[in-house]
């Protein structure tokens, strides 16, 4: 099969298109070398798969456990495990995120399907994490290895579901290190005030989005895209008219590993009388996890 593949790379920074591989029929070793292409160029688009939800699921089904959406149900008939995003009715993710980072364990991989997309406009953007990472000054860099962060689904109106994840977490099979924030989920650096935080934290999430760790696609009907969340974040550019419809499969994570937080998580001095509201979600989260310890 290998030698009918053919590679063609969109961008420096990430991405890259497969074509002569038909998705329906995928087994172990088409799995395996879909696996490869993905440490390798972190997105995969694959033009002219026209998957019934029954090959989606099980395509999915060859990288782990796939999962429901903890909060969107959008279902396709009967598959639970389908997520569909339409944009008639406010489903376009048009803010930076990878996916599910607000769970302990997010998302590993996701493999959209585009269903309808408008004749211009609706393009998807993926940043790599890595080069994100990889670019900062070496202080810098050593700062952020020093931190953890705190993302919630605020953006699901669940901001009581949050988790602190390291703030560079090291991919588990590229060993590469990653900025692990985004701007829709991540909300707070955990060892700095809110105020220091918000600094460094709007800082960083500008820079995870700089144009030149991105990559930008134009979709055609019945591509099907592959990225890995534990190194990439992605957005739609929300700037189409029409309908725009995508249906996703998830495939589950582990815990994100890291250099554990060098200083402990940031409490305002002067006990509870001086207690800012920004820091509110930070003191939750931490009763929340002394309460089960
Ligand atoms: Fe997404």
Same mark, same amino acid.
């Given at each position: 099969?290998?030698?009918?593949?053919?590679?063609?790379?969109?961008?420096?920074?990430?991405?890259? %298109? @497969?074509? +002569?591989?038909? /998705?329906?029929?995928?087994?172990?070793?088409?799995?395996?070398?879909?696996?490869?292409? &993905? =440490?390798?160029?972190?997105?995969?688009?694959?033009?002219?798969?026209?998957?019934?939800?029954?090959?989606?699921?099980?395509?999915?089904?060859?990288?782990?456990?796939?999962?429901?959406?903890?909060?969107?149900?959008?279902?396709?008939?009967?598959?639970?495990?389908?997520?569909?995003?339409?944009?008639?009715?406010?489903?376009?993710?048009?803010?930076?995120?990878?996916?599910?980072?607000?769970?302990?364990?997010?998302?590993?991989?996701?493999?959209?399907?585009?269903?309808?997309?408008? %004749? @211009?406009? +609706?393009?998807? /953007?993926?940043?790599?994490?890595?080069?994100?990472?990889?670019?900062?000054?070496?202080? &810098? =860099?050593?700062?952020?290895?020093?931190?953890?962060?705190?993302?919630?689904?605020?953006?699901?109106?669940?901001?009581?579901?949050?988790?602190?994840?390291?703030?560079?977490?090291?991919?588990?099979?590229?060993?590469?290190?990653?900025?692990?924030?985004?701007?829709?989920?991540?909300?707070?650096?955990?060892?700095?005030?809110?105020?220091?935080?918000?600094?460094?934290?709007?800082?960083?999430?500008?820079?995870?989005?700089?144009?030149?760790?991105?990559?930008?696609?134009?979709?055609?009907?019945?591509?099907?895209?592959?990225?890995?969340?534990?190194?990439?974040?992605?957005?739609?550019?929300?700037?189409?008219?029409?309908?725009?419809?995508?249906?996703?499969?998830?495939?589950?994570?582990?815990?994100?590993?890291?250099?554990?937080?060098?200083?402990?998580?940031?409490?305002?001095?002067?006990?509870?009388?001086?207690?800012?509201?920004?820091?509110?979600?930070?003191?939750?989260?931490?009763?929340?996890?002394?309460?089960?310890?």
């Amino acid at each position: 099969m290998e030698n009918r593949v053919e590679i063609k790379r969109l961008a420096s920074a990430l991405g890259a %298109e @497969v074509r +002569g591989l038909d /998705l329906a029929e995928v087994g172990p070793d088409e799995a395996r070398q879909i696996e490869g292409w &993905l =440490r390798e160029y972190h997105v995969v688009f694959f033009p002219d798969q026209p998957l019934t939800s029954d090959q989606h699921i099980a395509l999915g089904e060859h990288f782990g456990e796939l999962q429901a959406h903890p909060h969107l149900v959008n279902m396709v008939g009967e598959h639970e495990k389908i997520l569909e995003l339409h944009s008639g009715r406010g489903g376009v993710a048009d803010e930076w995120h990878s996916d599910l980072s607000f769970l302990p364990e997010p998302a590993l991989v996701s493999i959209l399907k585009m269903v309808k997309c408008p %004749e @211009v406009g +609706g393009d998807t /953007l993926w940043a790599n994490l890595c080069l994100a990472f990889e670019a900062l000054s070496d202080p &810098l =860099r050593d700062l952020c290895e020093g931190f953890s962060a705190l993302h919630n689904a605020e953006p699901h109106g669940r901001p009581e579901v949050m988790t602190v994840h390291p703030m560079v977490r090291v991919h588990p099979e590229t060993g590469r290190k990653v900025l692990f924030v985004n701007e829709h989920f991540t909300r707070r650096i955990v060892e700095l005030s809110a105020n220091e935080s918000a600094l460094l934290l709007g800082y960083l999430k500008t820079w995870v989005a700089s144009p030149r760790f991105c990559v930008r696609y134009r979709w055609e009907q019945d591509t099907v895209a592959m990225w890995d969340n534990r190194c990439t974040q992605h957005m739609v550019l929300n700037d189409f008219e029409g309908e725009r419809v995508i249906q996703r499969v998830t495939v589950m994570g582990d815990k994100p590993q890291g250099a554990p937080p060098r200083w402990e998580p940031y409490v305002r001095p002067g006990g509870r009388s001086d207690t800012s509201r920004h820091d509110r979600m930070l003191r939750k989260y931490l009763r929340g996890v002394a309460g089960e310890n």
